[in-house]
């Protein structure tokens, strides 16, 4: 009976640990980002601010913004590729 349950368990343990090491990669991989690209990249996606709000409120261009969302995504998703095991082209970063 035993055998039966752990068997049961196994991919709901195996997501769980693939969560826990998807969400270890994304914040080392914002930990790594500097200190400017970190804010934007925070403003934009944790206090929900359009790109306009952002260069408004930081008196940067919207140009600016992009370029450091670009940035933060780029470094993200290559983290996020590596902890997979997966390997990016320069074309898919």
């Not at 400017?36 to 306009?52: G, H, L, P, W």
């Amino acid at each position: 009976m035993s055998e039966t349950n752990d068997l049961a368990c196994e991919p709901e343990q195996e997501e769980a640990l693939h969560a826990q090491q998807t969400m270890a990669a994304y914040e080392s991989s914002l930990a790594m980002l500097p200190a400017r690209t970190a804010r934007i990249f925070a403003m934009s996606r944790v206090e929900n601010k359009t790109y306009r709000q952002i260069s408004a409120e930081l008196m940067i261009t919207t140009a600016t913004v992009e370029y450091h969302m670009m940035r933060a995504l780029r470094c993200i998703r290559s983290s996020l590729a590596e902890a997979r095991g997966d390997r990016l082209t320069t074309d898919q970063i």
